[in-house]
């Protein structure tokens, strides 16, 4: 299983982006995707998850801000910045719990894309 994510770049603060991930190879089902982000010195924290259900969590310092989605068709999940402020400046990673078959779930990363909001 691989997850590519895509839809980084450079905005100025006030800005939107929209970041895209795709999961492909072979999988039974996929539960759980989100995304999480590293900024240079910090530890991976949560920005927001989705079930295949649809309930989502976000962190707190996101929430109003940010929304992630999904379509399970696709096998995608996405995340839509708006309001973007310096301090979300961060590699952002997407993750993804595949049950590869009906008794064997893995936790699966993309390559991290980089985000930069400047002020």
């Known amino acids: 299983v691989q997850l590519q994510a895509s839809g980084g770049g450079l905005v100025q603060a006030g800005g939107s982006l929209r970041l895209s991930c795709a999961a492909s190879g072979s999988m039974f089902a996929i539960n759980a995707m989100g995304w999480y982000r590293q900024a240079p010195g910090k530890q991976r924290e949560l920005v927001a998850t989705?079930?295949?259900?649809?309930?989502?969590n976000y962190a707190d310092s996101v929430k109003g801000r940010f929304t992630v989605s999904r379509d399970n068709a696709k096998n995608a999940v996405y995340l839509q910045m708006n309001s973007l402020k310096p301090e979300d400046t961060a590699v952002y990673f997407c993750?993804?719990?595949?049950?590869?078959?009906?008794?064997?779930?893995?936790?699966?990363w993309g390559q991290g894309i980089l985000v930069t909001v400047s002020s």
């Open positions: 993750n993804a719990d595949v049950a590869v078959t009906v008794l064997r779930r893995y936790n699966y």
């Open positions: 989705i079930t295949r259900g649809g309930v989502t």
